[in-house]
């Protein structure tokens, strides 16, 4: 089965402490997979690609097949990351489509 | 960057009745065209993945007839929420594909539908 698992609901840091968020997926293809944030009244927005191997806005997201695993990451957390962040997986098995995961809450405090 | 709207931002309508969201690409033509649904606090739920010029695809447990999916042009496609209840009203989200870029997807603001 295809799926994306995001353990935590709310993870609460203090600023300028490291954060994690946790994904795992299950896929039996080649995973595509992203991190989209989605910031206080903003639309959705894609914040990490796998295959970029970027950093944005300090994140970091290594793709782990062994664990099967794409955790996101950050050394230094700040008051602006507070957000809602969906880790997600493209498949294209009966055609392409994106399987979200149920979201972590980020809130950062001061 | 790509840019996708929809419309209304947000609607009230009765019971019975049908209401239409529009989603746009606005600067880029936009082959698929991908219908979420989002309840308060939860993730995101493809609803039906539509293709200009095709019928939608939609997924398991979705109803085609309640949830009419159009996608006559590459930059609009538009979901017509059919003889709407109290239990349809959400959030929908769509989102769009162009036919270059494989990964990217660019989401719209979403509509706030409450069924009455």
């Known amino acids: 089965a295809q799926r994306v698992t995001q353990p935590e609901k709310l993870l609460s840091v203090f600023k300028g402490a490291p954060v994690e968020l946790k994904c795992n997926y299950s896929?039996?293809?080649?995973?595509?997979l992203f991190w989209y944030v989605q910031y206080s009244r903003q639309r959705l927005q894609l914040l990490l690609r796998?295959?970029s191997r970027e950093s944005i806005k300090g994140f970091t997201a290594d793709l782990n097949k062994g664990e099967t695993s794409f955790h996101l990451k950050k050394p230094f957390a700040q008051e602006e990351d507070s957000a809602m962040y969906y880790c997600a997986l493209n498949t294209d098995t009966g055609g392409f489509k994106t399987i979200f995961g149920a979201g972590t809450r980020l809130f950062v405090k001061a | 960057g790509a840019v996708v709207s929809q419309h209304p931002s947000w609607v009230i309508c009765k019971s019975g009745t049908s209401v239409k969201i529009e989603c746009r690409s606005l600067?880029?033509?936009?082959?698929?065209m991908f219908w979420y649904r989002q309840f308060p606090k939860q993730s995101l739920m493809l609803m039906a993945t539509s293709n200009e010029g095709s019928k939608a695809t939609y997924e398991q447990g979705v109803e085609k007839d309640k949830f009419l999916i159009n996608h006559a042009s590459l930059t609009l496609s538009t979901l017509t929420v059919t003889s709407a209840h109290p239990e349809d009203s959400s959030f929908y989200i769509c989102s769009a594909r162009g036919s270059g870029g494989r990964y990217e997807q660019y989401f719209g603001p979403g509509t706030r539908l409450t069924v009455t």
């Open positions: 896929y039996s293809g080649s995973p595509e």
């Open positions: 796998h295959i």
């Open positions: 600067d880029f033509q936009a082959t698929t």
